[in-house]
């Protein structure tokens, strides 16, 4: 089973950007649909961005415009890079993949200052 490894979280004043990367520990994977969800403290994960293999994206409207996901099929990975950050981007951001079923990494906190 794939575990999903996210890095590139960290704290970031208001209107700055960070670059999250999630890539997959263990041995050789067929990774169909890959992103990212959100959680806020006493929320639901939510949705932030998720790609599939073919590279076909969607966003969460909220994001749209300023996150841009992205992967890279011959390393199994997959990237959201975060422009134009606002306070209410602050959350946990957890990576999935999907192979035979869902797997999530850990999450990787970002902060945004005001």
């Known amino acids: 089973q794939v575990q999903p490894v996210e890095s590139g979280g960290g704290l970031v004043q208001a209107g700055g950007s960070l670059r999250l990367s999630c890539e997959p520990s263990?041995?050789?994977?067929?990774?169909?649909?890959m992103g990212w969800y959100r959680q806020f403290p006493g929320k639901e994960r939510e949705l932030v961005a998720q790609?599939?293999?073919?590279?076909?994206?969607k966003y969460a409207h909220n994001v749209a415009g300023r996150f841009t996901i992205s992967r890279d099929n011959a390393k199994n990975s997959v990237f959201l890079q975060m422009t134009s950050l606002k306070p209410e981007d602050t959350a946990v951001y957890y990576c999935?993949?999907?192979?035979?079923?869902?797997?999530w990494g850990r999450g990787t906190q970002v902060t945004v200052s005001s």
């Open positions: 999935f993949m999907v192979t035979t079923r869902w797997s």
């Open positions: 263990g041995g050789w994977f067929s990774i169909f649909d």
């Open positions: 790609v599939t293999r073919e590279g076909t994206t």
